[in-house]
């Protein structure tokens, strides 16, 4: 967070007359108190702390007729305290590159879908029985998590322009960057809903699924059966960006940084997922057909 007397508030306890609010400064060797308050409500501001600095805090209810304070506090928790945005240049250019870096990360993202999906892809005994076109005569577990994929495609992100950048502190400029930050919570919105919806065996290589793919127990009665090819999965369309002009204020300035920062933050999530290896309930039902499987396989 970045104000300079920041807002803490905590579940309130029932008949509690009072709080000691505790914050600690949090150092390499430890914790060290530096503000103890006492609020009668379940809520306060925190003045005095310094910025780039990391805040632990507690608070402890007094009941006066249950005889004092608990015997533990309502919980621990923290925050940063970071220096207040200054529109600049320098600021203005640093959370362009971010969205941008969101949208970078959401377009590998779709292009490694869209390549298709590798046996290296694909969770060791990761695909159980439900996976199957029924016409293969699958049996066994239906579901399976598997072990963790050996060797997943690296889902390569392009890099940016080095260098620091630089833009105008102006209205237009802050409404491209929140335009872009936007587009690129759409695309990942999209991916998500893809994944959500199931991937097929048509987004499966030819050939990637050999028996080290099975779950344990999970057999193919009619390896060499005729299956129909299922279409492979798409990316739904995003909906237009529609993003109104607003002036480069301090406030509207950490809002945009903090939706390209959201932005990241979910590309990046569901990267990791999908690098994890793909199993049974990555897929619709029914859609691995034999065309997906390995000669290894289908013998």
């Known amino acids: 967070m970045t104000a300079t007397r920041p807002l803490l508030r905590w579940r309130a306890a029932g008949g509690a007359d009072l709080y000691n609010l505790q914050v600690f400064r949090v150092t390499t060797t430890g914790m060290r108190k530096v503000r103890s308050i006492f609020p009668t409500g379940n809520r306060t501001r925190v003045a005095g702390l310094r910025s780039g600095q990391r805040y632990a ?45 969101a949208l970078r990360k959401a377009a590998a993202i779709e292009a490694w879908l869209d390549a298709g999906i590798a046996a290296g892809d694909l969770r060791h005994e990761g695909l159980g029985a439900a996976a199957f076109d029924p016409a293969l005569q699958p049996t066994g577990s239906p579901d399976a998590g598997g072990t963790a994929a050996a060797s997943v495609r ?124 793909l199993s049974t309930a990555d897929f619709k039902p029914g859609t691995i057909g034999s065309a997906d499987l390995a000669q290894t396989l289908r013998r």
Not at 182 to 202: D, F, I, M, S, Y
Not at 245 to 262: D, E
């Open 154 to 277: 690296p889902i390569v992100v392009p890099a940016g322009p080095r260098g620091r950048a630089r833009l105008p502190v102006d209205a237009r400029e802050l409404r491209q960057t929140k335009r872009i930050a936007r587009a690129a919570l759409a695309r990942v919105a999209a991916l998500e809903a893809r994944l959500a919806g199931g991937l097929t065996g048509g987004d499966v290589l030819d050939g990637a699924i050999g028996p080290e793919k099975l779950a344990p127990g999970v057999a193919l009665g009619r390896r060499r059966a005729g299956t129909s090819a299922a279409p492979p999965s798409v990316t739904p369309p995003a909906a237009p960006i529609r993003v109104r002009a607003v002036r480069p204020t301090r406030v509207n300035i950490l809002a945009a940084r903090r939706l390209a920062q959201g932005a990241v933050r979910r590309a990046e999530a569901l990267r990791v997922r999908l690098l994890q290896g």
């Open 57 to 101: 805090w507690r608070v402890w209810p007094f009941d006066r007729a249950r005889g004092g304070y608990t015997t533990q506090p309502l919980g621990l928790s923290w925050f940063e305290l970071r220096r207040p945005i200054r529109p600049s240049r320098t600021e203005m250019g640093t959370d362009r590159r971010i969205a941008v870096s």
